[in-house]
């Protein structure tokens, strides 16, 4: 390593997004004005010196950091350069050697950074986040969009401005050895689409994007940071093409482009003339014929593509030629500045070409901030830079990890009980994931790395066949890109291929997907594109089945999977960008995030899910936080939740509904006219409209648990046994298990309750038992057994049900509360209300347990009217006849609740301020509500397990319900 000016500068600087930066005059006058009075104070020399980039640290002979902090602070000394480019290093130097740097520059430094995937690209300590290709595998855009911000939150945090990201190469060449799986992928409006979410993710925190590497490095063999790579295509190909992303980003208002180190005849002809350098490229192509008038960078010029033919100062010359703004890692400084000048002299530049080059880098320094520029705040910078990153891995992964087949659906998803085997490719030791395997799977592990030769298959395979029913195939640690088969062995290969044949197994490829092309006769096959411990992890959620894969290929790996490809779930309401149904998408996913998570950062909850529908299709699907405060295992959107008394609507009051629909059930008629076990007592002249309006007088609630505890809470050993048998058959929770006739001892209790006077709203849970009680007696049918036949399995609902341990894993479940006083355990997978689950978990107010879409699904339905999927439940007077306002002392509807009748001056509106008055819907006691907007034809629920928390009341102190829904209002149009 050589200690001079000349060696600050090498390495490969991508980048795309910002915003449009005007040469000459801004229309702001305070900008005008700070840009005027900079350059008039720049000398000839300092002109030049500020359209240079130079580096800041690298990596050192002995693989340790090192920072040329002296030797850039002699060139901001003595030349007055114009930007800096951040490497390697922890950002506690990075910050201290940046702030001292901009102390002592007499012209603002511009600060760059090529953070494709976040500053831990470059940083140690700070984790990066996952490559472009992974991001190309995901169907909502909004996550990129997302992903942006993020990344320019972490620039913005570190003082740096310029972010040389995102790549909008197309790789539409699988070999391609520098590109790869830094793309998005093969296909053009992909690459341009999702190029313009991440840049406007970043420019609107404030950190520019730099559209890179124009006219596009995708279809190329060599790497540019080697040698000079050839592309020879035809100009209408071109088109078509490579510089179809570039179009639409520049249209897009990216702030500045990179360009690359290419031999393209077509465009220029020079032999070994690179783009980066060429005249025809960056002034004719880019300035005249796209339009583009944002700040150019070069690709870095030390690199061998351009170094190679233009050493010394050479390509710094050629570079402003060509009519680049700014020269990324010049290397030799004052020798670039000799050249560049003697060009001046000789005609081949001008001084006014450098001069509106400058004033183009002054005004993006105004507009980043740098006018005003204060030092970086150390405090907390590591947690500030790393406090977003495993959420948006978690959510990339979750979005991306994608299934390609599934010819084996008795092994996935995979349960307990084979015996299973891992066998780990590329592994010496336990990673995450196989930790993950053999503790949910009581696998036995298998390392296999790329050292070994093919003696060692064959007694492996043999074991396998002799000893498992399923094994797992784990492709890991592979090299990114393609050179040598990205570094898999062929006794890897042989392995893998032998095991696919032998006997069931599930084939999960951890790392770029092209190595893809290796193994796809896999009978199940998972691509799971990054190598970290998240994605690890949540390729285990998925092997569990706690989540359905949403994936699609980004690329085409080989003929059975092209670009596209990938296993997703047809689904009756599909996801489309909130933008087009009307929302700021924008906003409303900012608010909605700040408020779920400071809620589980307050531990008011644990995490939640989040549905909003609008138009008969998603605008917003996400999930928030873990099951529990000391659980790892995450929400996902398909996580099951306790209804509590959204039970009363999206089972009970459908049942009413449909046989009031048919002819069926008549609301007033009385319970004892339709239940015999109620005449001849006080509760058989009660109409079944004051029932469902909660205005007939019966008790809010009955704790029927505590006639059968002992005096210290414990369940009575007469009434209760911890195993099952003829008598003591009902299950109330685990191992605890209610005698079968005890239901008779309830009803007996309800019937002997005494009534409230009438006319008075008491909301109550018997007002719906009894209503239960009658959709049983009407259909001849058990309640869940009626729903599940007449609405749930004709709306393809899945999860919607009730007692769902008994059909699925409780880790598919969300655990409810630590129930002292009465079964003393958590519930988890059993109803939380103590009377539904003494009825053995299935009742009309509570047992009902669904995931968020679902709820959506039922929800929608009654937005349409009664119908949906080909179904038509009910007419539409009827749910128009049962969700409107039928009571003068209340609020009510007929079961559904609505909002306050005097929202509009009340201190704390209900549901939320913004809801019109043809809005019903429902809450659950557990953290749950789904509320439906006629006028505005929109949806909106909400599940939590709030009830989990030490102080359950916090939640609602909180308002959390009311704050979303009322931001979901603000964010739709106008706005």
Same mark, same amino acid.
Request: glycine fraction near 8%; charged fraction near 20%; aromatic fraction near 10%.
């Given at each position: 390593?050589?200690?001079?000016?000349?060696?600050?500068?090498?390495?490969?600087?991508?980048?795309?997004?910002?915003?449009?930066?005007?040469?000459?005059?801004?229309?702001?006058?305070?900008?005008?004005?700070?840009?005027?009075?900079?350059?008039?104070?720049?000398?000839?020399?300092?002109?030049?010196?500020?359209?240079?980039?130079?580096?800041?640290?690298?990596?050192?002979?002995?693989?340790?950091?090192?920072?040329?902090?002296?030797?850039?602070?002699? $060139?901001?000394?003595?030349?007055?350069?114009?930007?800096?480019?951040?490497?390697?290093?922890?950002?506690?130097?990075?910050?201290?050697?940046?702030? =001292?740097?901009?102390?002592?520059?007499?012209?603002?430094?511009?600060?760059?950074?090529?953070?494709?995937?976040?500053?831990?690209?470059?940083?140690?300590?700070?984790?990066?986040?996952?490559?472009?290709?992974?991001?190309?595998?995901?169907?909502?855009?909004?996550?990129?969009?997302?992903?942006?911000?993020?990344?320019?939150?972490?620039?913005?945090?570190?003082?740096?401005?310029?972010?040389?990201?995102?790549?909008?190469?197309?790789? @539409?060449?699988?070999?391609?050895?520098?590109?790869?799986?830094?793309?998005?992928?093969?296909?053009?409006?992909?690459?341009?689409?999702?190029?313009? $979410?991440?840049?406007?993710?970043?420019?609107?925190?404030?950190?520019?994007?730099?559209?890179?590497?124009?006219?596009? =490095?995708?279809?190329?063999?060599?790497?540019?940071?080697?040698?000079?790579?050839?592309?020879?295509?035809?100009? #209408?190909?071109?088109?078509?093409?490579?510089?179809?992303?570039?179009?639409?980003?520049?249209?897009?208002?990216?702030? !500045?482009?990179?360009?690359?180190?290419?031999?393209?005849?077509?465009?220029?002809?020079?032999?070994?003339?690179?783009?980066?350098?060429?005249?025809?490229?960056?002034?004719?192509?880019?300035?005249?014929?796209?339009?583009?008038?944002?700040?150019?960078?070069?690709? #870095?010029?030390?690199?061998?593509?351009?170094?190679?033919?233009?050493?010394?100062?050479?390509? +710094?010359?050629?570079?402003?030629?060509?009519? @680049?703004?700014?020269?990324?890692?010049?290397?030799?400084?004052?020798?670039?500045?000799?050249?560049?000048?003697?060009?001046?002299?000789?005609?081949?530049?001008?001084?006014?070409?450098?001069?509106?080059?400058?004033?183009?880098?002054?005004?993006?320094?105004?507009?980043?901030?740098?006018?005003?520029?204060?030092?970086?705040?150390?405090?907390?910078?590591?947690?500030?830079?790393?406090?977003?990153?495993?959420?948006?891995?978690?959510?990339?992964?979750?979005?991306?990890?994608?299934?390609?087949?599934?010819?084996?659906?008795?092994?996935?998803?995979?349960?307990?009980?084979?015996?299973?085997?891992?066998?780990?490719?590329?592994?010496?030791?336990?990673?995450?994931?196989?930790?993950?395997?053999?503790?949910?799977?009581?696998?036995?592990?298998?390392?296999?790395?790329?050292?070994?030769?093919?003696?060692?298959?064959?007694?492996?395979?043999?074991?396998?066949?002799?000893?498992?029913?399923?094994?797992?195939?784990?492709?890991?640690? %592979?090299?990114?890109?393609?050179?040598?088969?990205?570094?898999?062995?062929?006794?890897?290969?042989?392995?893998?291929?032998?095991?696919?044949?032998?006997?069931?197994?599930?084939?999960?490829?951890?790392?770029?997907?092209?190595?893809?092309?290796?193994?796809?006769?896999?009978?199940?096959?998972?691509?799971?594109?990054?190598?970290?411990?998240?994605?690890?992890?949540?390729?285990?959620?998925?092997?569990?089945?706690?989540?359905?894969?949403?994936?699609?290929?980004?690329?085409?790996?080989?003929? *059975? %999977?092209?670009?596209?490809?990938?296993?997703?779930?047809?689904?009756?309401?599909?996801?489309?960008?909130?933008?087009?149904?009307?929302?700021?998408?924008?906003?409303?996913?900012?608010?909605?995030?700040?408020?779920?998570?400071?809620?589980?950062?307050?531990?008011?909850?644990?995490?939640?899910?989040?549905?909003?529908?609008?138009?008969?299709?998603?605008?917003?699907?996400?999930?928030?936080?873990?099951?529990?405060?000391?659980?790892?295992?995450?929400?996902?959107?398909?996580?099951?939740?306790?209804?509590?008394?959204?039970?009363?609507?999206?089972?009970?009051?459908?049942?009413?509904?449909?046989?009031?629909?048919?002819?069926?059930?008549?609301?007033?008629?009385?319970?004892?006219?339709?239940?015999?076990?109620?005449?001849?007592?006080?509760?058989?002249?009660?109409?079944?409209?004051?029932?469902?309006?909660?205005?007939?007088?019966?008790?809010?609630?009955?704790?029927?648990?505590?006639?059968?505890?002992?005096?210290?809470?414990?369940?009575?050993?007469?009434?209760?046994?911890?195993?099952?048998?003829?008598?003591?058959?009902?299950?109330?929770?685990?191992?605890?298990?209610?005698?079968?006739?005890? *239901?008779?001892?309830?009803?007996?209790?309800?019937?002997? !309750?005494?009534?409230?006077?009438?006319?008075?709203?008491?909301?109550?849970?018997?007002?719906?038992?009894?209503?239960?009680?009658?959709?049983?007696?009407?259909?001849?049918?058990?309640?869940?057994?009626?729903?599940?036949?007449?609405?749930?399995?004709?709306?393809?609902?899945?999860?919607?049900?009730?007692?769902?341990?008994?059909?699925?894993?409780?880790?598919?479940?969300?655990?409810?509360?630590?129930?002292?006083?009465?079964?003393?355990?958590?519930?988890?997978?059993?109803? =939380?209300?103590?009377?539904?689950?003494?009825?053995?978990?299935?009742?009309?107010?509570?047992?009902?347990?669904?995931?968020?879409?679902?709820?959506?699904?039922?929800?929608?339905?009654?937005?349409?009217?009664?119908?949906?999927?080909?179904?038509?439940?009910?007419?539409?007077?009827?749910?128009?006849?049962?969700?409107?306002? =039928?009571?003068?002392? +209340?609020?009510?509807?007929?079961?559904?609740?609505?909002? *306050?009748?005097?929202?509009?001056?009340? #201190? *704390?509106?209900?549901?939320?301020?913004?809801?019109?008055?043809?809005?019903?819907?429902?809450?659950?006691?557990?953290?749950?509500?789904?509320?439906?907007?006629?006028?505005?034809?929109?949806? %909106?629920?909400?599940?939590?397990?709030?009830?989990?928390?030490?102080?359950?009341?916090?939640?609602?102190?909180? +308002?959390?319900?009311?704050?979303?829904?009322?931001?979901?209002?603000?964010?739709?149009?106008?706005?």
């Amino acid at each position: 390593m050589r200690n001079s000016l000349k060696t600050i500068g090498f390495i490969l600087l991508i980048g795309l997004v910002g915003s449009k930066v005007q040469a000459q005059r801004s229309g702001n006058p305070a900008a005008d004005h700070w840009v005027d009075s900079v350059f008039k104070t720049l000398s000839k020399k300092q002109k030049i010196a500020q359209l240079m980039v130079v580096r800041v640290s690298s990596i050192g002979p002995d693989h340790t950091v090192v920072f040329y902090d002296k030797q850039v602070e002699e $060139a901001i000394n003595k030349y007055n350069i114009g930007g800096l480019c951040l490497f390697q290093g922890g950002p506690i130097k990075q910050a201290t050697v940046l702030n =001292h740097l901009q102390a002592i520059a007499k012209t603002p430094l511009l600060v760059t950074i090529d953070a494709e995937n976040g500053v831990g690209m470059r940083m140690d300590s700070v984790l990066g986040l996952p490559r472009q290709m992974m991001m190309g595998a995901v169907q909502d855009r909004s996550l990129i969009y997302d992903y942006g911000r993020v990344v320019g939150e972490q620039c913005k945090r570190i003082g740096i401005q310029v972010n040389y990201a995102p790549v909008v190469d197309i790789n @539409n060449n699988p070999n391609n050895p520098v590109i790869n799986d830094r793309s998005f992928g093969e296909d053009k409006y992909k690459v341009a689409d999702y190029g313009i $979410a991440y840049m406007k993710g970043m420019q609107d925190v404030g950190v520019m994007g730099c559209a890179k590497h124009f006219p596009g =490095h995708g279809d190329v063999a060599v790497d540019s940071h080697l040698d000079l790579p050839v592309i020879n295509k035809t100009k #209408a190909q071109l088109d078509s093409l490579e510089l179809y992303p570039f179009n639409q980003i520049f249209r897009a208002g990216v702030g !500045s482009v990179m360009i690359a180190h290419l031999s393209i005849p077509v465009i220029d002809s020079t032999e070994h003339k690179p783009t980066s350098i060429s005249y025809n490229n960056v002034t004719n192509l880019l300035r005249k014929e796209l339009n583009y008038n944002g700040l150019t960078f070069t690709d #870095a010029l030390e690199m061998k593509g351009v170094a190679k033919y233009y050493p010394d100062g050479e390509a +710094s010359r050629e570079a402003l030629i060509a009519g @680049n703004d700014m020269l990324c890692l010049p290397g030799d400084i004052p020798g670039s500045i000799k050249k560049i000048r003697k060009a001046i002299r000789k005609g081949k530049l001008h001084w006014s070409d450098i001069n509106e080059h400058v004033r183009k880098v002054l005004y993006a320094k105004y507009q980043y901030g740098l006018a005003d520029w204060k030092p970086i705040d150390t405090t907390n910078l590591l947690n500030d830079l790393n406090s977003k990153v495993a959420a948006m891995r978690r959510s990339i992964a979750e979005n991306a990890i994608t299934l390609l087949r599934n010819d084996n659906q008795a092994i996935f998803p995979l349960t307990k009980g084979p015996r299973i085997a891992y066998v780990g490719m590329g592994l010496t030791q336990d990673n995450a994931f196989a930790a993950q395997v053999r503790k949910g799977f009581d696998a036995e592990v298998f390392y296999f790395d790329y050292k070994k030769d093919s003696t060692a298959v064959a007694p492996l395979l043999q074991k396998l066949r002799d000893s498992f029913n399923v094994v797992i195939i784990g492709v890991h640690k %592979f090299a990114r890109y393609p050179a040598n088969n990205f570094g898999m062995s062929n006794a890897a290969q042989q392995l893998i291929q032998g095991i696919q044949q032998q006997q069931q197994s599930i084939t999960v490829v951890f790392g770029n997907p092209y190595v893809i092309k290796n193994m796809c006769n896999a009978p199940v096959l998972i691509a799971a594109y990054e190598d970290d411990d998240i994605t690890q992890t949540t390729v285990n959620d998925l092997l569990h089945g706690r989540f359905l894969a949403k994936g699609k290929l980004p690329v085409t790996v080989c003929p *059975e %999977f092209k670009y596209g490809a990938g296993i997703i779930i047809r689904r009756l309401l599909s996801t489309v960008p909130a933008s087009q149904l009307g929302f700021n998408s924008v906003k409303m996913s900012t608010a909605i995030d700040s408020i779920v998570n400071d809620a589980i950062k307050q531990k008011a909850i644990p995490g939640a899910v989040v549905v909003v529908a609008k138009d008969g299709r998603i605008a917003y699907e996400k999930a928030f936080g873990y099951l529990t405060y000391d659980s790892t295992e995450p929400v996902y959107p398909e996580t099951i939740y306790d209804l509590a008394s959204v039970t009363k609507i999206m089972a009970t009051t459908l049942s009413v509904m449909k046989l009031y629909d048919d002819g069926k059930l008549d609301l007033q008629k009385t319970l004892g006219d339709y239940l015999p076990v109620t005449r001849g007592t006080n509760k058989a002249p009660l109409k079944l409209w004051d029932i469902l309006l909660h205005q007939a007088g019966l008790k809010a609630f009955i704790p029927f648990y505590r006639e059968t505890m002992d005096a210290s809470n414990n369940p009575l050993p007469a009434i209760y046994h911890t195993d099952p048998d003829s008598i003591y058959s009902i299950r109330v929770a685990a191992h605890l298990y209610i005698r079968k006739d005890w *239901e008779d001892t309830i009803m007996k209790r309800i019937l002997a !309750s005494p009534l409230e006077p009438k006319g008075k709203y008491i909301y109550s849970d018997n007002d719906y038992i009894f209503l239960g009680k009658i959709v049983e007696s009407i259909t001849k049918m058990p309640l869940d057994v009626y729903v599940k036949k007449t609405f749930y399995d004709k709306l393809n609902l899945l999860e919607t049900g009730f007692k769902p341990a008994d059909r699925f894993p409780l880790d598919y479940i969300a655990p409810t509360e630590n129930e002292k006083g009465f079964r003393n355990q958590l519930l988890h997978g059993d109803v =939380h209300d103590p009377g539904s689950a003494m009825f053995g978990g299935v009742a009309g107010h509570a047992g009902l347990f669904s995931n968020g879409y679902e709820v959506a699904v039922l929800a929608q339905m009654l937005l349409n009217g009664g119908v949906l999927n080909g179904h038509n439940f009910f007419s539409r007077k009827t749910v128009d006849y049962f969700n409107q306002y =039928h009571s003068e002392i +209340s609020r009510r509807g007929l079961g559904f609740d609505k909002p *306050e009748k005097d929202n509009a001056t009340r #201190a *704390e509106p209900y549901p939320c301020a913004s809801a019109s008055p043809q809005t019903f819907g429902h809450t659950g006691f557990t953290g749950t509500c789904f509320w439906v907007d006629p006028k505005n034809n929109l949806i %909106f629920v909400f599940l939590s397990n709030r009830v989990n928390s030490h102080d359950p009341s916090k939640f609602l102190k909180m +308002s959390i319900r009311p704050k979303i829904q009322e931001a979901i209002y603000q964010s739709l149009k106008p706005y």
